[in-house]
């Protein structure tokens, strides 16, 4: 075990030697030709980002229509944040209130005045579901409209980014060059090891 480590140890060694001596052309530099791009650098600096919304924010840069587009989609968001959360919060606390008041009858020992109360709660709420019935009715379209909104917007924004991405791929067309080079030298490396005994 230790001779074939040592040989490979040796082999290796010698390897970088003769390469360090050898002037060959760096191989990551052959991956791709050297093609100036006239698309942003939304693609330059990729790391985690959402690069859908950062090449449409690079475009909406130039567009004065793509800007108005998205300050209204984002006007509309917001409003419809603020205008349903007014809205949950009358009835989260009218629900949150039956359903105290139902725990609480629930507690009553006497079983008249507990009956009583609870038909009067079912009835406030019965009364209290048949004035909010349509109000329910129009939240749910609100909330149907804005995953519309949301569907069509993410589609136009990824038909807008699509010839970047393809001006992008233009612009830094891949070569085989360095691949093949890289697996010939895989390839010495793995016949010399063979020859080890």
Known sequence: ????????????????????????????????????????????????????DKTYAELIKNDKNLKALDEKIFKVRKESNDLLKVYN????????????????????????????????????????????????SLIAQVNTNNVNLSNLYTAFKIRKTLPEIEK????HPLKTDSLDQFINKQNKLLEELKKLK
């Open 1 to 52: 075990m230790k001779k074939i480590l040592f040989a490979a140890t040796l082999v290796l060694s010698v390897l970088s030697c003769r390469e360090s001596k050898q002037q060959d052309p760096p191989i990551i530099e052959n991956a791709i030709d050297n093609a100036e791009s006239s698309v942003s650098g939304s693609f330059e600096s990729y790391r985690d980002d959402n690069l859908i």
């Open 89 to 136: 919060e009358i009835l989260g606390k009218s629900d949150a209130f039956y359903r105290e008041a139902g725990y609480a009858a629930k507690s009553i020992t006497d079983s008249l005045v507990k009956q009583q109360i609870e038909k009067e709660i079912q009835a406030s709420n019965n009364q209290y579901s048949l004035k909010t019935g349509n109000i329910i």
């Open 168 to 171: 992008y791929q233009k612009a």
